[in-house]
């Protein structure tokens, strides 16, 4: 069915089956009076442009529609952050779902008239996931999302008869292109019922299979790639007919383990938020090489880059550079990546390449990935400086337990100095058991940054001998403690207070390395941004306790007495 018959009386039957919450199905006359209820709503905004973000797909997909057939663009932001939300919201004329003054539908109003929509008058506007930089605005007409869907189906939909497939889990979200094609687009125009909610631990995979199997789970490398072996999987070997993948590459540990656990090899799906899909594989099958979707072409330019034409594009016939290296196949229906082509940023007026710092430390058994993250200016600092991201092995969480953050950080540096310069190499280090995703399993430039807000105050020593220490906080503002605590009121919390007692006691005193318990702990009155805190120290070497005492101009904010032992 393609997009623009969505919601036409004679499309589909009205009780066929759209979608479930939770164990109630919704019929396709429901959707349908979902989509007339959002389209008189959005009739009523005198503006041309609205903005959508629903953690329910199908609510999102009705509200989509509605929007489409009062003819407005739709724009879906990738998140509900603060920062994502603050230039967006100023370019819409209304909302719609978890965004500030959301409109409601409007099911009073009745039958609304739905004329097929034009390919080339509906427009959508997404963003990049930010795995790159700044997310950047991506504006697409309904054509390209049809094109894409009609592919998909003729690629993949014969694997499910009609009526055969008892529903589509996703782990995704549809507000970025991949969740919105494979969870809520081709679904609803192939007659596949789709889940509501996107799942967000396996465990609830495993019990949505165990209500009711689903013939399609639409995933990330990132969750696929953390599926326990020892959960009870038999049950989806049983249900499941396909597994994808996208958003980044599957590493073939983790395609080869979906397969013995769920009977399947993910289909995994190569593409951006620009172009759309561009090649698909199943490793079982085809291993490293990827296969092109129907309709594209594809070539490397003089620099090796892959470039691609593509119905998905919004001029289906000029060539698209990529951000990948490529190896075309001899007959160019397929080819082999190469890498991600060389992201240049300038450091202190040297040209720094940060894939190939990320690739030098990925060749070291202590790593399993890197990530380089520019970190911008702060006071006194004249340039911008490079932050690395590492997830290491178990073999690199032995060497940093045993040798310390400096010896392992004189290493790494060793292994990336052969490619920048000293001024350039990374200053800060920041080690992780897993990089930060988002909702599509991607680690974006802000993730990565937000590893780098301090956590701890300014410290200044004022007085240090055996037995007592006095120092000096400075509590600034931005400190990563603040987040949460509380949104409209910030303070630091008192669990961060007592780590800031340890943190500073043992700088000062040999302390034993296990805690016991906190005794007569007082909080008296919050620690503020911007506070200036007086530290004072006792230690007691025969009871292994640290005494202390916190205060400022505002009086005593906190006091009471931390018992360690050998």
Request: hydrophobic fraction near 50%; charge should be neutral.
């Amino acid at each position: 069915m393609a997009l623009t018959q969505l919601c036409a009386p004679d499309a589909a039957p009205a009780q066929q089956v759209v979608g479930w919450r939770g164990a109630q199905a919704v019929t396709r006359a429901q959707f349908v009076a979902w989509v007339h209820a959002w389209c008189a709503a959005f009739r009523r905004v005198p503006g041309p442009v609205v903005a959508l973000y629903f953690d329910d797909a199908l609510e999102c997909a009705a509200a989509l529609y509605g929007a489409w057939h009062a003819g407005k663009t739709v724009v879906l932001p990738g998140d509900t952050q603060s920062a994502s939300l603050e230039h967006l919201l100023a370019g819409v004329d209304a909302c719609a779902g978890q965004l500030p003054g959301a409109l409601q539908p409007l099911t009073e109003a009745g039958p609304q008239e739905l004329a097929p929509l034009s390919l080339r008058d509906t427009h959508l506007v997404l963003f990049t996931s930010g795995s790159s930089g700044a997310p950047a605005r991506i504006d697409k007409c309904l054509a390209q999302l049809d094109a894409e869907v009609q592919s998909l189906h003729a690629l993949f939909g014969q694997r499910f008869a009609a009526g055969s497939v008892p529903g589509v889990l996703a782990t995704v979200s549809h507000q970025h292109i991949y969740g919105l094609l494979f969870r809520l687009l081709w679904p609803l125009a192939a007659g596949l019922p789709t889940a509501a909610l996107a799942l967000s631990y396996p465990e609830e995979v495993l019990g949505q299979l165990a209500e009711r199997p689903a013939g399609l789970l639409v995933s990330s490398p990132a969750f696929l790639a953390r599926l326990p072996a020892h959960l009870d999987w038999a049950r989806a070997r049983g249900s499941l007919q396909a597994v994808f993948s996208s958003g980044g590459p599957l590493p073939a540990a983790a395609s080869e383990q979906a397969w013995q656990l769920l009977a399947q090899s993910p289909t995994e799906v190569f593409g951006s938020s620009e172009t759309g899909g561009i090649a698909w594989r199943r490793r079982a099958e085809h291993g490293d090489g990827w296969n092109l979707l129907p309709g594209i072409d594809c070539r490397v330019n003089a620099e090796g880059v892959l470039e691609v034409r593509s119905p998905h594009l919004p001029d289906a016939h000029a060539w698209w550079e990529t951000s990948d290296r490529a190896q075309v196949d001899a007959g160019g229906q397929g080819f082999t990546l190469l890498g991600r082509a060389d992201r240049i940023v300038k450091i202190a007026e040297k040209r720094v390449s940060l894939t190939a710092m990320e690739q030098a430390l990925q060749a070291s058994d202590w790593v399993q990935t890197a990530r380089a993250v520019v970190l911008e200016r702060v006071a006194g600092v004249a340039t911008e400086r490079i932050g690395m991201v590492v997830a290491l092995s178990d073999a690199g969480w032995r060497q940093l337990q045993s040798q310390g953050r400096r010896a392992m950080q004189v290493a790494l540096r060793a292994l990336v100095a052969a490619h920048v310069e000293r001024v350039a190499l990374p200053r800060h280090w920041r080690y992780v058991e897993s990089l930060p995703v988002n909702a599509q399993g991607k680690s974006t430039q802000q993730q990565l940054a937000q590893l780098f807000r301090p956590v701890l105050p300014g410290l200044v020593w004022l007085q240090r001998d055996a037995e007592q220490a006095g120092a000096r906080w400075q509590v600034d503002a931005d400190l990563l403690v603040f987040d949460g605590h509380f949104p409209d009121a910030p303070l630091v919390p008192g669990v961060a207070q007592l780590h800031w007692v340890e943190w500073t006691g043992r700088q000062a005193f040999a302390m034993p390395a296990c805690f016991v318990r906190a005794e007569v702990l007082k909080f008296q009155a919050p620690i503020l941004p911007g506070a200036v805190v007086e530290v004072a120290l006792q230690w007691s070497a025969q009871k292994s306790a640290l005494q202390f005492v916190l205060s400022s101009a505002a009086g005593t904010h906190a006091s009471g007495r931390l018992i360690w032992s050998a």
